[in-house]
């Protein structure tokens, strides 16, 4: 079983950047493909960036060259550097894994984005 911690979120005026993390547990993390995603009011839940084992990242549209996904594996972490940030970027924010063909989630991290 693999458990996700994140964090990071707040208050943020547009323009402004914020930094997430989620941290998981288990000794395995560097086979984890992590990914994070995020939900809006009302909204489905959409994907926003992906990293793979070897650190190739792939991103929305509507993020790319705004966010940078990273991992450190020593630290069995994955962050979520945003910058440049919009009012549509409001969202909770979830990190992801798939082990076994299970999905894990953090418990979200709040990111209000004022104009």
């Known amino acids: 079983q693999v458990q996700l911690v994140d964090s990071g979120g707040g208050l943020v005026q547009a323009g402004g950047s914020l930094r997430l993390s989620c941290t998981a547990s288990?000794?395995?993390?560097?086979?984890?493909?992590m990914r994070w995603f995020r939900q809006a009011p009302g909204r489905e839940r959409e994907f926003v960036a992906r990293?793979?084992?070897?650190?190739?990242?792939t991103y929305a549209d509507s993020v790319k060259g705004r966010f940078t996904i990273s991992r450190d594996n020593a630290k069995t972490t994955v962050y979520l550097q945003m910058n440049s940030l919009k009012p549509e970027d409001t969202a909770v924010y979830y990190c992801?894994?798939?082990?076994?063909?299970?999905?894990?989630w953090g418990q979200g991290t709040q990111v209000t984005v004022s104009s």
């Open positions: 992801n894994t798939q082990v076994s063909g299970v999905d894990y």
């Open positions: 288990g000794r395995t993390f560097s086979n984890y493909i």
């Open positions: 990293i793979s084992l070897i650190g190739v990242t």
